[in-house]
Structure formats: C-alpha cells, structure tokens
C-alpha cells in the first residue's frame, strides 16, 4: 500500500531535471507531444524514445518508480504492437503468421475471413507504441520531478487559471491516497471470503465494490478540503499573491528555445513533405527540406 | 467576540433541522470545549463560524451569528476568513501541499499579502506552533502531531482572533495529542486567541478549558465553566461522556470537589487526609490480590480489625488455551528495504488472549496488525498464524478464521444495506446458518433496527458498528482492531468492546487510549521504533513508567494518585475501594 502511494508522489531530488522550470517542463512535454505526433521514421522515434529515458537517468530516479515505468512501457508498446499487427487494415500488407483460418468452422466466418499477423501491421505498431511510450514517459518524468506547488505555480505562470490548476495538482495530491484506499478494499473483501482475482464475475463485482466505499470516502475528503481551503480564503478574491515568483534561469530559456524551435521546425517539414506527396504544392528550392522529412522523420 | 442567537439551520435535502434554536456567547480570549455524542451538530455549529455555513453549504438558515459585530450571513467571506481559522479531525484531508512552507503560505497568498509580508507570517506562525526548524520539509516526512500543528500554522499565518476547531487530537497519540493541547493553551494565554475546540475525549481535555459547552441533538444542552461543569455529573452520565479519572475519583469517594489535574486531585486528597490516615499502606490488600477490575463490580466488602476482606464473586475470566494461536520469530518487515518499521518481532499469542499493542504513531502497531492477517510478508523471519506460516498465504488464505476492523471502517463497507454488509462473509463462506448469523451479529451491534439503511449513509458510530457487524456475522478466531476507538464516543467503543470481551474472542487491538487498554486487554505490548520494549499484563506494564516514557505514554491520572498514595491501584473502583476499606472516617458520604 505504501509502495503503491511512493510510485505516486514526487521524488524531489537536486538533479538538473528538478531543476528546470516547471513551465519550462510543460513547454518541453508539449513540444514533445508534437514531435512524437509528426515524426514516422522508427529510427528517430526510437531515438526520441532513448533521450526521454535518459532523462531518468539524468534524474536519478528510485528503483520502484523505475519498475513501474518499465511494467507500464511493456504494457504499453507489446498491446500497441499486438493490436496493430491484427488488425492493421492499410495495403499493402503481408501475413507472416495465420491465428484463424478463413476456412476455420464458425470462426473464420465469424472473424470475416481469418485473423492474421501481419509484418505491416507490426512494424506500424511500433511507430504508434514508440510515440505513445515517449509521452507517457515524459510526462510521468515531469511529475515524478516536480513538487506540486511548482507545477501549479507553473500551469498559473502559463495562464492556466488558479481554480483549474488548483483542481488539477489537489487531485494528482490525492491519488496515491485513494490507490493505497483501493488496496484497503480488496482486503477487506478477501477476508471476508471473496476473491477479488477470480476471472469473470469476482472482477466485475470487485470493481462495483471497490467503487461505493472509495467514492464515498473521496466525497467526504473533498467535503473537508474544501471547507479547509475556503476557510483559508480561498477564491475570496480576484487576484492572489505568491511567495515564491518563478525565474527563468538561462539554462531553462536555452531548452525552451530548442525545443520549441525543433518541434515548430519538424512540424513545419513534415506540414511541406506532405504538400509535396499528395501533389498540393512542389518547388525544387526545397528538395533539401523533403530530403529530411524522408530520411531522418 | 462570538454572538449566536437563535439559530437554526437544516442542510439541503434534509427536513429536520441539524441546529435547532442555538444560543451561545463567547468573550474574547475564552477557551470553549464543545462536546457531545456523535451526530448532535458540533461540527455544523463551527462553520457557522466562518460564513461557509450559509454562504457555501446552501441549506434554510435563520437565527444571528455575530463574529466581532459582523454578521456572518451579511459579511464577505474574505473578511471573515480573517477573523477566524478552522482546523479539522484529519490533518491528510487538509494539507494539500507538498512543503510546510507552501502549505503556511496559502492563506496569506489568497488574502493578497506581499510576498515579504508572507514570509514573515510564515516565519511567526511555525514559532508559535514550535515548528520553526521544519519550514522546508516535506508535509509526508512529519508525524500526526506535527501535521497537525502545520493546520493550525496556517491558520495563524492568517492571524485569525478566533480558532475553531473540529476533533484535532481525535487520531492522535498521546504525544501528539500533548503538543498540539499545549500549542493550542499557549496561544491563548500569550495571543489571546480566542479557542472553540469540538472533541468527544472530554476527560483529557478538561483540565486545558476555561469552559464546556454540551450539545445534544442539534441544542445546547449545558453550559458552564470548567471549574464547575462536573458538579453535574448525571448530564455527562446520561449523554455516555467521559469524565476526567480524578474528579470520578473525588465524587466516588464523597468529596465535593472537582479537579482536573492529577494535581489537583492529590492536594484535595491531602486536605482530606487520606493520605495521612493510611498509615501503613502495606496493610492494604495488594492489588494483584484483586481478580479483576470487573469483578468489582461484584464485589462485596467488610471492614474487619482494620483488614479488608473481599468476599468475590466468580469473575468472568477469558477462557486461556496455553497454545499459541500466533507465533511470531525475529519479524523483520518495512515497505523500503533500507527503512525497516519492524526490527526482529518475537511474540506468541495464546487463544482467548486479548492484546492491546500500544506506542507512538509510526511504531509499527499497524503493520505488526497487517502481518498477522497475511497482507503483510515478513523480510525476514517468519509468522505463524495458527500454526501457518504466512509467507506463501494470503487474506483470503485466512477468510472466515481472522477478522479485520480497518482504522477507517468506511473502507469496509461497500453493499447496499447493513444487512447485506453482515450477509457478505457468510455467504462467500458459504456457511449454513446465514440469516441466523446476520440477525445475531446486528443485534449485537444494536444496529438491527438499521439493517434496510444503506452503511454509508449512517452516522460515524453506526458506521463502525456495521463493519463490526460485518466481521462478527463471520465469528472469526481470531479478530484484530487497528485503532477501533479513534473519533468514536464511549459507547460505542464500550459497546463494541464488551462484545468482544463477552465474546472471548481471540483479539489484539492498536489503541492510544490506556484506559481502553486497562479495561479491555488481558495483555498489554508497548512498542517503540519497531520494537516491542514491554509485554505483559496491564497492571505490570502500566508500573513500568520507563518504557511508558520511551513510548511516549503516561500512567492514567488514577494510577499517579495512587502512587503517590503509596498504594497500587489501576482503575477509579480499585482506588476508591482501597481507600474505603481502609479509611472509613474519612468518608463523608
């Protein structure tokens, strides 16, 4: 249970990823979210993938935070694959492996002619698995490095309105208590004789059970964090003060600049390699442009 | 400084009022205890206080509540946010950020306060709490008394002339519990705060207030300055609060006088002469001659040539079985490998025993309680749980032989109807007798009248006794509590306890409160930093004040009246027998 709210919260360590801004991080992830959605090739895509990772290392993250993320990329990468590899529908496509037959009793009908693994459809899911991997991974470095505060401080410094970014980091606060809460349910259920793993019926019924005491528990929480916070003047006014004023080290403007330059810049090419490949618009001055968007995105 | 004047107020979809007609002056400076049973409208009471009770909650409101001249109902809650701070049961629901500083800030941020001006509030607030040195901790890293006092800190940093608050010592060790009373006594005696303070444990709070105020289904039902308030004892009695161990000790024992303090209650003691009047305490009947505390209950005495004789009735004492139910070797367990919260646990529980493991919070009650029903594996050595290693088992290995009643019983409770809550173990069980189990384990939580309610919808104390219920409707071997008396009122904690009792029941409990402890358990554990440093039957444990300190426990204001009496004695009716076998003349009853 303890383990469980651990993976949840910040560690705050003296890394020079702690010590980027958290608006700077905001602009990082979604710069990198763009990057992740314009980019094709699987060589730069695994390439972006390594230099988020690096970033943990750079971050010297605790080993249980670390597990975590690899069980979560597993997860995501193989059912990402997995499924495009059935069911990619694009042409052309090649069957390297049959699981239902066409001629297959029932099944093969069933299925509209046969299920198979295709090489295509492999090779596609790993693009996608690879792009969703890398912003699953930064966006939980950023959180795993960012004390709360920071990061609402950070979402107000980018014009996010206090009440929402407030919402936003409270909830994010509260997780690790409802996940160790959960926990606490399905124990109560398997000493009482139920067994909550049970294929089927056990599962659908945990959930249901799982749901009316932790809802229920939340809803009191809530009750008292807001009658805590209105207490302390909350919303009572327009505007608000802060204590600690968020600065911009040099550092922080450097990275913002490059990754804000290199996703405006990806974009940008991949926006003309396309014009060109659908016919749209073509001129010679840019070969070098389309040269890039080929080889490297 | 506080002015209500009839008022009334009934929370939205609901037809009977939760206040009904309440009127209540408080001067400046005053340090108010409101208490009563549970659900009588204390908590609603408060955020009258600060406006969030109309402005916030909605609800028919009528009636004057005037905080420093301003109308509440006619006030910007900005303002009155200023005026009066308010700090809740359960400092984790209320600490939201991730450092002490940034929590402090909060308030003085929302009112506009210049960063400079912020800091400095900071600063002072964290001094008056005592928790200067903790300014850039983290909230997780600091104990239930320190977050605590971090929710008043940010109250102060608003500089609120009044402070309500609603149960803040209710989770607490006594340790904790000691730091924020005296944080609290401090500011109102050097600050003038003006204190309103709701808490049901009454009996340790008593001797801090200058006033108690008792409310009773939604009306204020009694009132009087503290000095005085138990020369009314039937009111208390009546409505199952606890009373303060020396004021019962000087009414039992005749004496119109009511102290608060284990101080007090010696020097009207000296004045009576009791002290003086036993003259060789060595003539007392020995108190390990005495059954038990609860055959005193039938126990009859004569005074004979100034020796007592005790004629006693058949106590009604656990059935011990000699063999181990739990057997438990070098326990070594934590959930990070470098930070273990148990260190090398030997311990062995026979049938029938009833345990209370007792220490400070982090000590590692809990999590000895978790390995006992399999949720926990140890690190190293082994657990045996009747006669099984717990290491490949789980809870489910253990449904329907051990019972489990959560801190929190909320958590415990997920179908529809109390009925179906006690229903769902014998069910999955699939044991015989079902209806006859449900009904029996209601009764005994006189909760069968609620059996069609949904759990969650029932007050704290019912809710308690419907996880109860749903744990005995399994008649398991052996039950464990983990803080079952925490923000529950006397009876409920006496009505779930003496079941137990009854019951002979196999049980090991958490508890902070000693005089549960001493009432209840037929064995005490003192622990400390994962380790247990006493073990033994309550009456030895309770003489070993060296490992009581370490735990940060103290003897019960009865047994230091008796020490200084220079006799053993455990309990009121002990102390009190005693003393009147042996000192009739002083009696003046």
Same mark, same amino acid.
């Not at chain 2, 982090?362 to 290491?391: C, M, Q, W, Y």
């Given at each position: 249970?303890?383990?469980?709210?651990?993976?949840?919260?910040?560690?705050?360590?003296?890394?020079?990823?702690?010590?980027?801004?958290?608006?700077?991080?905001?602009?990082?992830?979604?710069?990198?979210?763009?990057?992740?959605?314009?980019?094709?090739?699987?060589?730069?895509?695994?390439?972006?993938?390594?230099?988020?990772?690096?970033?943990?290392?750079?971050?010297?993250?605790?080993?249980?935070?670390?597990?975590?993320?690899?069980?979560?990329?597993?997860?995501?990468?193989?059912?990402?694959?997995?499924?495009?590899?059935?069911?990619?529908?694009?042409?052309?496509?090649?069957?390297?492996?049959?699981?239902?037959?066409?001629?297959?009793?029932?099944?093969?009908?069933?299925?509209?002619?046969?299920?198979?693994?295709?090489?295509?459809?492999?090779?596609?899911?790993?693009?996608?698995?690879?792009?969703?991997?890398?912003?699953?991974?930064?966006?939980?470095?950023?959180?795993?490095?960012?004390?709360?505060?920071?990061?609402?401080?950070?979402?107000?410094?980018?014009?996010?309105?206090?009440?929402?970014?407030?919402?936003?980091?409270?909830?994010?606060?509260?997780?690790?208590?409802?996940?160790?809460?959960?926990?606490?349910?399905?124990?109560?259920?398997?000493?009482?004789?139920?067994?909550?793993?049970?294929?089927?019926?056990?599962?659908?019924?945990?959930?249901?059970?799982?749901?009316?005491?932790?809802?229920?528990?939340?809803?009191?929480?809530?009750?008292?964090?807001?009658?805590?916070?209105?207490?302390?003047?909350?919303?009572?006014?327009?505007?608000?003060?802060?204590?600690?004023?968020?600065?911009?080290?040099?550092?922080?403007?450097?990275?913002?600049?490059?990754?804000?330059?290199?996703?405006?810049?990806?974009?940008?090419?991949?926006?003309?390699?396309?014009?060109?490949?659908?016919?749209?618009?073509?001129?010679?001055?840019?070969?070098?442009?389309?040269?890039?968007?080929?080889?490297?995105? | 400084?506080?002015?209500?004047?009839?008022?009334?107020?009934?929370?939205?979809?609901?037809?009977?009022?939760?206040?009904?007609?309440?009127?209540?002056?408080?001067?400046?400076?005053?340090?108010?205890?409101?208490?009563?049973?549970?659900?009588?409208?204390?908590?609603?009471?408060?955020?009258?206080?600060?406006?969030?009770?109309?402005?916030?909650?909605?609800?028919?409101?009528?009636?004057?509540?005037?905080?420093?001249?301003?109308?509440?109902?006619? *006030?910007?809650?900005?303002?009155?946010?200023?005026?009066?701070?308010?700090?809740?049961?359960?400092?984790?629901?209320?600490?939201?950020?991730?450092?002490?500083?940034?929590?402090?800030?909060?308030?003085?941020?929302?009112?506009?306060?210049?960063?400079?001006?912020?800091?400095?509030?900071?600063?002072?607030?964290?001094?008056?709490?005592?928790?200067?040195?903790?300014?850039?901790?983290?909230?997780?890293?600091?104990?239930?008394?320190?977050?605590?006092?971090?929710?008043?800190?940010?109250?102060?940093?608003?500089?609120?002339?009044?402070?309500?608050?609603?149960?803040?010592?209710?989770?607490?060790?006594?340790?904790?519990?000691?730091?924020?009373?005296?944080?609290?006594?401090?500011?109102?005696?050097?600050?003038?705060?003006?204190?309103?303070?709701?808490?049901?444990?009454?009996?340790?709070?008593?001797?801090?207030?200058?006033?108690?105020?008792?409310?009773?289904?939604?009306?204020?039902?009694?009132?009087?300055?503290?000095?005085?308030?138990?020369?009314?004892?039937?009111?208390?009695?009546?409505?199952?609060?606890?009373?303060?161990?020396?004021?019962?000790?000087?009414h039992s024992l005749g004496i119109k006088a009511s102290p608060l303090s284990v101080k007090g209650a010696i020097a009207v003691l000296n004045r009576e002469n009791f002290k003086e009047n036993i003259k060789d305490p060595q003539n007392i009947l020995n108190v390990e001659e005495i059954p038990s505390?609860?055959?005193?209950?039938?126990?009859?005495?004569?005074?004979?040539?100034?020796?007592?004789?005790?004629?006693?009735?058949?106590?009604?004492?656990?059935?011990?079985?000699?063999?181990?139910?739990?057997?438990?070797?070098?326990?070594?367990?934590?959930?990070?490998?470098?930070?273990?919260?148990?260190?090398?646990i030997n311990l062995e529980i026979n049938k029938g025993e009833r345990v209370a493991i007792m220490g400070t919070n982090g000590s590692g009650k809990s999590t000895l309680l978790l390995h006992l029903a399999a949720i926990l594996k140890p690190h190293k050595g082994n657990v045996k749980v009747f006669g099984e290693d717990t290491r490949p088992k789980n809870p489910y290995s253990f449904a329907g032989r051990v019972g489990f009643v959560f801190q929190n019983p909320d958590l415990m409770l997920f179908c529809d109807s109390a009925e179906?809550?006690?229903?769902?173990?014998?069910?999955?069980?699939?044991?015989?007798?079902?209806?006859?189990?449900?009904?029996? *384990?209601?009764?005994?939580?006189?909760?069968?009248?609620?059996?069609?309610?949904?759990?969650?919808?029932?007050?704290?104390?019912?809710?308690?006794?419907?996880?109860?219920?749903?744990?005995? *409707?399994?008649?398991?071997?052996?039950?464990?509590?983990?803080?079952?008396?925490?923000?529950?009122?006397?009876?409920?904690?006496?009505?779930?306890? /003496?079941?137990?009792?009854?019951?002979?029941?196999?049980?090991?409990?958490?508890?902070?409160?000693?005089?549960?402890?001493?009432?209840?358990?037929?064995?005490?554990?003192?622990?400390?930093?994962?380790?247990?440093?006493?073990?033994?039957?309550?009456?030895?444990?309770?003489? /070993?004040?060296?490992?009581?300190?370490?735990?940060?426990?103290?003897?019960?204001?009865?047994?230091?009246?008796?020490?200084?009496?220079?006799?053993?004695?455990?309990?009121?009716?002990?102390?009190?027998?005693?003393?009147?076998?042996?000192?009739?003349?002083?009696?003046?009853?």
């Amino acid at each position: 249970m303890i383990g469980a709210r651990s993976i949840a919260e910040p560690t705050i360590k003296d890394t020079v990823i702690h010590r980027i801004d958290p608006r700077a991080k905001i602009l990082i992830l979604i710069s990198t979210a763009f990057i992740a959605v314009a980019l094709d090739n699987p060589k730069t895509m695994f390439l972006l993938f390594l230099t988020v990772l690096f970033g943990f290392a750079l971050a010297r993250m605790p080993a249980i935070k670390i597990k975590t993320l690899a069980l979560l990329l597993v997860f995501l990468i193989w059912g990402t694959i997995y499924s495009q590899a059935l069911f990619y529908s694009q042409l052309p496509r090649t069957v390297i492996f049959t699981i239902i037959s066409p001629d297959f009793p029932v099944l093969g009908w069933l299925t509209n002619g046969g299920l198979f693994v295709y090489e295509e459809g492999l090779h596609h899911g790993a693009i996608q698995g690879l792009r969703s991997a890398s912003i699953l991974s930064l966006g939980l470095l950023m959180c795993w490095t960012t004390d709360s505060r920071d990061m609402l401080n950070g979402m107000v410094g980018l014009k996010v309105p206090y009440s929402v970014a407030f919402m936003v980091v409270t909830a994010v606060r509260f997780l690790p208590i409802i996940i160790t809460e959960i926990a606490t349910v399905v124990t109560v259920q398997r000493l009482r004789g139920f067994n909550p793993k049970r294929i089927g019926s056990g599962m659908i019924k945990t959930l249901l059970n799982i749901l009316t005491p932790t809802l229920a528990n939340c809803v009191r929480r809530t009750g008292t964090l807001a009658v805590s916070i209105q207490s302390r003047a909350f919303r009572s006014n327009l505007n608000r003060t802060y204590l600690k004023k968020l600065k911009f080290s040099d550092a922080d403007k450097i990275v913002i600049v490059v990754f804000v330059f290199t996703a405006t810049s990806i974009v940008i090419i991949k926006f003309l390699y396309s014009m060109y490949t659908s016919g749209i618009y073509y001129t010679s001055g840019l070969r070098p442009v389309y040269a890039i968007a080929r080889g490297y995105l | 400084m506080i002015e209500i004047k009839d008022l009334w107020y009934t929370y939205p979809g609901r037809s009977e009022p939760t206040l009904k007609g309440i009127n209540l002056t408080v001067e400046k400076g005053e340090f108010v205890l409101l208490t009563g049973p549970t659900g009588c409208g204390k908590s609603t009471l408060l955020k009258t206080l600060n406006g969030i009770i109309p402005h916030e909650s909605g609800g028919i409101f009528s009636g004057s509540v005037k905080v420093k001249g301003l109308e509440t109902v006619d *006030s910007n809650q900005m303002e009155i946010s200023k005026e009066v701070g308010l700090v809740f049961q359960n400092p984790d629901d209320q600490i939201f950020s991730t450092t002490v500083e940034d929590e402090v800030a909060f308030g003085p941020e929302n009112l506009c306060f210049e960063p400079k001006e912020i800091d400095r509030k900071i600063g002072e607030a964290l001094e008056i709490v005592g928790m200067a040195d903790h300014r850039l901790a983290s909230t997780n890293a600091l104990s239930g008394g320190q977050k605590q006092r971090i929710c008043i800190a940010s109250m102060l940093a608003m500089m609120p002339e009044i402070l309500a608050m609603d149960e803040p010592v209710s989770q607490m060790d006594p340790m904790g519990t000691r730091e924020v009373l005296n944080t609290v006594r401090e500011l109102n005696r050097k600050l003038k705060t003006t204190i309103l303070l709701v808490e049901h444990r009454l009996h340790e709070l008593a001797s801090f207030v200058d006033r108690i105020v008792i409310m009773d289904d939604g009306k204020i039902i009694f009132d009087q300055p503290a000095s005085k308030a138990f020369d009314y004892l039937e009111v208390f009695y009546r409505l199952g609060l606890r009373i303060p161990e020396p004021v019962e000790l000087c009414h039992s024992l005749g004496i119109k006088a009511s102290p608060l303090s284990v101080k007090g209650a010696i020097a009207v003691l000296n004045r009576e002469n009791f002290k003086e009047n036993i003259k060789d305490p060595q003539n007392i009947l020995n108190v390990e001659e005495i059954p038990s505390i609860h055959a005193l209950d039938n126990l009859s005495t004569h005074v004979v040539d100034n020796h007592s004789i005790y004629e006693i009735k058949t106590p009604s004492k656990p059935a011990l079985d000699n063999s181990p139910i739990i057997s438990i070797q070098d326990l070594w367990s934590g959930y990070e490998k470098n930070k273990m919260v148990l260190k090398g646990i030997n311990l062995e529980i026979n049938k029938g025993e009833r345990v209370a493991i007792m220490g400070t919070n982090g000590s590692g009650k809990s999590t000895l309680l978790l390995h006992l029903a399999a949720i926990l594996k140890p690190h190293k050595g082994n657990v045996k749980v009747f006669g099984e290693d717990t290491r490949p088992k789980n809870p489910y290995s253990f449904a329907g032989r051990v019972g489990f009643v959560f801190q929190n019983p909320d958590l415990m409770l997920f179908c529809d109807s109390a009925e179906e809550e006690a229903r769902f173990g014998p069910v999955q069980l699939k044991y015989n007798d079902i209806e006859e189990r449900v009904r029996e *384990s209601l009764e005994a939580m006189s909760i069968l009248h609620l059996k069609h309610d949904h759990p969650q919808a029932l007050s704290r104390g019912q809710r308690l006794r419907t996880a109860v219920a749903s744990v005995l *409707s399994i008649n398991p071997e052996i039950i464990l509590l983990d803080e079952p008396t925490t923000g529950q009122d006397r009876v409920n904690i006496e009505q779930m306890m /003496d079941f137990f009792k009854n019951n002979n029941s196999t049980m090991v409990f958490c508890t902070h409160d000693i005089e549960v402890a001493m009432s209840y358990a037929t064995r005490i554990l003192v622990m400390n930093e994962g380790q247990i440093i006493a073990d033994g039957k309550g009456k030895e444990v309770i003489k /070993d004040v060296e490992s009581l300190r370490k735990a940060s426990l103290t003897q019960p204001p009865v047994v230091k009246i008796a020490n200084h009496l220079g006799i053993d004695a455990f309990s009121v009716k002990e102390l009190v027998e005693m003393l009147t076998c042996r000192n009739p003349e002083a009696m003046k009853c």
